[in-house]
């Protein structure tokens, strides 16, 4: 009971030193040091990012219908009243201010911005939410999720660069279209790919050790999976934790698929190590944003007799699907469906991320060795107390297709934890799938990252 306390204690204790790390050491530059300026590009005309069409699930997404306001749709839509926007609003019947919240956020964000570039110089909308009928019938105008821009000095020079910092802003999808404004639109709001976190699908399949294969929902904390080491080693690394899991999401994946048969699904904000060319080795390969990947790039597979070896994509194409999964292991990489990815996504810097994501590695490592002994102690005390009707030395059946050693007619796991302990733990982690989860030193950082890093870092 004493060193139970003890156990606790050190939890806490290490908790707060590493949430103090985080604080201090955070990604980027440190308190109170000035951001370097960097120099943006401007978009070209009728240049339009990402490079899908608008209603593409990879972009802004399907049109829901027109919003009218007598009907109870019109109750999600909010007026923006930011006075560091100048809305043109020529119905005069405040039309241009409503928009969806998503939307609304962005074009705040984008206000500062403008400001920023141009002092003296406003944000200026032209054209927002439509009552009137005056957009094709599948404008995002119609929703509220779509801004025609300008600046209110209506310098046409500007929009080249205003459309980038439209990007940066976080709009969805943005097309410099016409010489004198720049459209823009969000997803919906209820969409799950609004949700920052970069994922796999659940019905993803990783390599387990001792062979097999499991799926990423069926996949829990303490199993060890392939992937490749830091020095370039095919390795089982352990899974610590997952930065984001949820069961029961609709998100929107992209799917690479190689010249060798692998398919590779994942969200378009997450990392993939490419090449655009047939390099050998693993080191030349650059982690990216999987909306990077494009035909005839490089990623590196899982080969024959366990090698790494180069795999050409030979098509890029997006889906939707149910279920949303990031493992976090020792080695911040993992092999899905046998092509090789990493951990981390919204930044594009592996290193980094997985630098900055040491502190609760460490953590759930000590978390994991503590629970084990106090697993440990859990079962001396039931042997002692005779809960435990046999000692573990006795005669040993390896039951293979279940995984679990019998021993004496108590059954255990290769863990040494006993049958109803495996099956609360999987109850538990079952409840915890049945619930949206992005783990809250993920979110941590990001947030940290949004005030220190260059907004060039994250995804747009």
Known sequence: ?????????????????????????????????RHRPRKLTAMHYKQFVPNFSENNLGASGRAEGKIARNTERFN???????????????????????????CKDCLNRLAIAVMNQWPGVHLRVTEAWDEDGHHPSDSLHYEGRAVDITTDDRKTEKYGLLAQLAVEAGFDWVHYESKYHVHCSVKADHSVTVEKGGCFPGWARVSVAGGGQKTLSSLAPGDRIMALSGTGRVVFSQVLLFLHRDQESRSTFLSLETEDGHRLTLTPHHLVFLAPHDKLHHSEYQAQFASRAKRGDYVLILGAGGQVQPSRIISVSVEEGVGVYAPLTEDGTLFVDGVLASNYALVEDHRLAHWVFGPLRLLS???????????????????????????????????????????????????????????????????????SDVHWYARLLYSFGRIFLDSKSFHP
């Open 1 to 33: 009971m004493k060193q139970s306390w003890w156990v606790r204690l050190a939890q806490l204790g290490l908790l707060a030193v590493c949430t103090w790390l985080v604080q201090g050491c955070g990604p980027g530059p440190g308190y109170g040091i």
């Open 76 to 102: 999600e839509l909010v007026c923006n009243y930011n006075p560091d926007i100048v809305f043109k609003d020529e119905e005069n019947t405040n039309s241009d201010r409503f928009m969806t919240k998503r």
């Open 365 to 435: 490592s000590f978390n994991h060795l503590l629970w084990v002994e106090t697993t440990e102690e859990w079962q001396s005390a039931e042997a002692i107390t005779g809960c435990t009707k046999t000692s573990l030395q006795g005669s040993t059946l390896f039951l293979h297709d279940t995984g679990i050693y019998e021993n004496n007619d108590i059954l255990n796991s290769p863990g040494n934890l006993t049958v109803p302990l495996r099956m609360d733990i999987k109850e538990k982690h079952s409840l915890q799938r049945q619930v």
